[in-house]
């Protein structure tokens, strides 16, 4: 295929047609196993920066199980999203979506930990602020899912977290 005829389809997609396109790209997020390659998709997603797209993704990793082959990929669009938002940007944060964070961050370990405490980051609440705290008292993850607490816990309230940070920073017991 030619370039012009890529730039005609980029062009009925992305400009004549890009509510049509959201509006089928949401339907494919609740529908993750129409989807042939997951981590292709969540690519695309990450790349095409819309950020109306959050609200789908957060839905359906709430209704989501660990294991769900899809899980990582859409965690990995929700998280490029988020950070591609502005601060102003409003979500609707789906009802157990926080409680499933929880148990990923304090019940797991590895890339669905780390994950779960990048999307946390975003929270900037209480609730939010505790489940990085007690992520923080254990030992045994991997590093970057104790940087996202920390983050988060910054973003939230740095005069109040600034010396835990300082401690952690030399505490060598973290991996």
Same mark, same amino acid.
Request: proline share 2%; net charge negative; glycine share 2%.
């Given at each position: ?13 992305l400009? $004549?047609?890009?509510? !049509?396109?959201?509006? &089928?790209?949401?339907? #494919? ?6 989807? *042939? ?6 690519s @695309?997603?990450?790349?095409? *920066?819309?950020?109306? @797209?959050?609200?789908? @993704?957060?839905v ?6 660990k ?5 990582? $990929? ?6 490029n999203?988020l &950070? ?5 940007d ?7 979506l926080? $409680? *499933?964070?929880? !148990?990923w !961050? #304090?019940? /797991?370990? +590895? /890339?669905?930990?780390w ?8 929270? &900037?609440?209480e ?11 254990e030992?045994?993850?991997?590093f ?5 607490? !920390? @983050? +988060? ?9 600034? &010396?835990?940070v300082? *401690?952690?920073?030399?505490? /060598?017991t973290?991996?």
């Amino acid at each position: 295929m030619d370039i012009e005829k890529k730039l005609d389809i980029l062009y009925d997609l992305l400009v $004549d047609n890009s509510e !049509i396109l959201e509006f &089928e790209l949401k339907e #494919l997020i609740s529908n993750p196993e129409r989807i *042939k390659n997951t981590n292709k998709f969540a690519s @695309l997603l990450s790349d095409l *920066k819309n950020t109306n @797209l959050i609200d789908a @993704l957060l839905v359906k990793i709430s209704e989501s199980q660990k294991g769900d082959f899809w899980l990582t $990929d859409f965690l990995y669009a929700a998280i490029n999203l988020l &950070e591609e938002s502005n601060i102003n940007d409003e979500f609707d944060i789906p009802p157990y979506l926080l $409680d *499933k964070l929880k !148990i990923w !961050i #304090l019940e /797991e370990n +590895g /890339e669905l930990a780390w994950k779960a405490a990048t999307i946390l980051k975003f929270y &900037e609440t209480e609730s939010a602020e505790q489940i990085q705290l007690k992520k923080l008292e254990e030992r045994g993850d991997f590093f970057l899912t104790y940087a996202e607490c !920390i @983050l +988060g816990l910054i973003h939230y309230d740095k005069e109040k977290h600034w &010396e835990l940070v300082k *401690k952690i920073s030399n505490d /060598e017991t973290y991996d």
